[in-house]
């Protein structure tokens, strides 16, 4: 049974979803704690526990396509990874607006970073396919050809909350998203790539509520 929240708009109903995506190590169950902030929603969480773009694709289009047809408007909340798996997914998709918090914004770039900092070449990848590193990552070259040969082509507006610490996407790769997309961004100093302190989170929740709106 559906239990819809609604926006009453001009004497017309409209209804409101929004479809949560969390990041490495997170859960659909984080969807519950965004509920009090996004009142006008109904927040559902994408379940997934793999990390292949190409199958979380999958886990993102079920819940996409159980609310399309059901719901007015549709936004996107998603952290960290989260966020590439979105604009992979939904990139060609009616998507009224983006949240997304210390997003992922240019995977290839963060593939390569990760390289560097594991001291391995493209060609060592290549020949070897997978590389476990010290800080817990595994480099897959299977994963880094699918980035490139699924260049991605977001257009939906986006909200951006950016942690000055992120320590997995740098500054000049935000700049670069915000100068060529319809983005707008916040950035919270001091902060690191997991909104997960008192603070962090109280400066996490009063964006959400500012950006909804």
């Not at 590389?131 to 480099?139: A, K, N, S, V």
């Not at 260049?151 to 942690?163: R, S, V």
């Not at 998203?177 to 919270?188: G, K, Y």
């Amino acid at each position: 049974m559906w239990i819809y929240k609604i926006l009453i708009y001009g004497g017309v109903i409209l209804k409101k979803a929004m479809i949560y995506v969390h990041g490495k190590g997170g859960s659909y169950l984080e969807a519950e704690q965004f509920k009090n902030i996004c009142l006008d929603f109904d927040v559902f969480g994408v379940d997934y526990n793999d990390y292949f773009p190409w199958i979380v694709k999958n886990k993102i289009m079920e819940v996409y396509d159980k609310i399309s047809e059901k719901y007015d408007y549709i936004y996107v909340l998603a952290n960290s990874i989260g966020a590439y798996f979105t604009m992979h997914t939904l990139q060609n998709f009616k998507i009224e607006k983006a949240l997304f918090i210390s997003p992922i914004l240019d995977m290839e770039q963060l593939i390569v970073d990760m390289m560097s900092w594991a001291n391995v070449s493209e060609k060592e990848l290549s020949e070897r396919k997978e590389i476990p590193t010290d800080f817990g990552e595994t480099l897959s070259w299977e994963y880094l050809c699918f980035v490139r040969a699924n260049p991605i082509n977001w257009k939906t507006p986006t909200e951006i909350l950016y942690a000055e610490h992120d320590n997995l996407t740098s500054r000049q790769t935000v700049d670069k998203f915000i100068d060529r997309h319809c983005a707008n961004l916040t950035v919270m100093n001091d902060g690191e790539h997991w909104f997960h302190t008192d603070e962090q989170i109280f400066f996490r929740d009063n964006w959400l509520r500012k950006v909804i709106q």
